[in-house]
């Protein structure tokens, strides 16, 4: 089945730093998604991405859509504590109008160090 | 709040036994996701229903079992449990976005399961 590559699957940094993830696939996705998940808690979404080659920013977070539609990044800048978490790439897998459902990354734990 | 309720919040039972887990999506949204995570798999998408109907499996076992009701809120039923089922299990309801007509999900809180 599709799958989703995410990396790195963990990063330790120190507060002020920027950070980057990314995922790639092997199949096209119309539309990716970024979620962070904190300890007891579902996924929340932070960033949708629509077109390729589309580029959002949602506060300090940039995420952006690749242009083969088989990747896209997230950068977080001058990351603080509250950053820490689980971050998950998704890419909505269409079956019918717009009818979908979404395949994850493994995710990427940030641990911030103040 | 995300708006999304699942119950319960943490259930411990015993190989063997059945469960039901709850969900109820947010008001106006007619799509119900069951997502399954566990530590080494990830989140695993297990079923969605539309409105009351079955609109697709992912990778759901034969012993889990689902089903929407007309109030649209959701249940998942898992059989004849083993010690692999223990996980968490996400519901998750969507509204179409109107930038693209592309799902937007929301998650709840989650249930977490764990089978001894």
């Known amino acids: 089945g599709q799958q989703l590559n995410q990396s790195p699957q963990s990063m330790f940094i120190q507060e002020g730093e920027d950070v980057s993830m990314n995922c790639t696939s092997s199949s096209i996705f119309n539309t990716w998604l970024w979620y962070k998940q904190e300890p007891g808690e579902g996924p929340v979404l932070l960033i949708a991405?629509?077109?390729?080659?589309e580029l959002t920013s949602n506060g300090r977070l940039t995420a952006q859509f690749g242009i083969t539609r088989k990747d896209s990044f997230l950068n977080i800048s001058a990351s603080i504590p509250s950053d820490v978490g689980i971050y998950f790439c998704?890419?909505?897998?269409?079956?019918?109008?717009?009818?979908?459902?979404?395949?994850f990354g493994k995710g990427t734990k940030l641990s911030v160090k103040p | 709040d995300s708006g999304v309720t699942q119950t319960p919040k943490h259930l411990i039972t015993a190989t063997g036994q059945r469960v039901t887990l709850r969900c109820s999506p947010r008001?106006?949204?007619?799509?119900v996701y069951w997502y399954q995570q566990s530590l080494d798999q990830g989140l695993q998408f297990l079923i969605h229903y539309y409105n009351g109907e079955e609109r697709a499996k992912g990778n759901i076992l034969e012993r889990f079992s689902a089903q929407q009701f007309p109030d649209l809120h959701s249940e998942l039923n898992l059989s004849s449990l083993e010690l692999g089922d223990s996980a968490l299990y996400f519901c998750?309801?969507?509204?179409?976005?109107?930038?693209?007509?592309?799902?937007?999900?929301?998650f709840g809180a989650g249930s977490r399961l764990t089978v001894l």
């Open positions: 998704a890419g909505l897998r269409n079956y019918g109008g717009s009818q979908g459902n979404l395949i």
């Open positions: 008001s106006g949204d007619l799509s």
């Open positions: 998750a309801s969507s509204v179409v976005s109107a930038n693209s007509g592309a799902n937007v999900l929301t």
């Open positions: 991405l629509y077109k390729a080659g």
